[in-house]
């Protein structure tokens, strides 16, 4: 089930905090609560990564993320943009419980199952054919309609 509201809200947060416009705390504040399995995967998996909960800040200066991350940024917010279902699998309560606990040492199952799902270069779209339809079709990352 697709939620547009939650998707396109949680797709502005992501571009507000990867351009340090607004600051971690303000972005987790502003999260969307939604079913929609892409919003709480891509804000899992994805923008959660982007910072640390220790301090408040921006994603500026000596904290701004390197051209790399804003790419893989952008590809988050294609996805979330698209119509396409999230359909990769998900970890268990108890992948997820071992994987905090231990660090990420006991995060290597996921990670299995996601290779064998699809291509994880192309996360969240599930290959990299998938990624240039929706580049075609919604006109981001360079490609426009005609």
């Not at 699998?89 to 995060?107: D, H, M």
């Not at 990670?111 to 969240?124: F, I, R």
């Amino acid at each position: 089930m697709i939620d547009r509201d939650a998707r396109n809200k949680l797709s502005e947060l992501i571009r507000s905090l990867s351009a340090g416009i607004i600051t971690n705390d303000e972005f987790e504040d502003a999260l969307p609560h939604s079913k929609d399995a892409a919003v709480w995967e891509v804000f899992s998996h994805g923008a959660w990564c982007l910072y640390s909960d220790l301090k408040e800040y921006k994603l500026k200066g000596k904290d701004a993320l390197a051209e790399d991350d804003r790419s893989i940024v952008a590809r988050w917010i294609l996805f979330l943009k698209s119509d396409n279902e999230y359909t990769w699998p998900s970890a268990s309560f108890r992948e997820q419980f071992l994987k905090t606990i231990s660090l990420g040492v006991f995060g290597q199952s996921t990670l299995d199952k996601w290779h064998e799902h699809g291509d994880v270069s192309s996360w969240p779209f599930t290959s990299i054919n998938q990624l240039n339809e929706a580049k075609l079709g919604k006109g981001y990352l360079g490609t426009k309609n005609t």
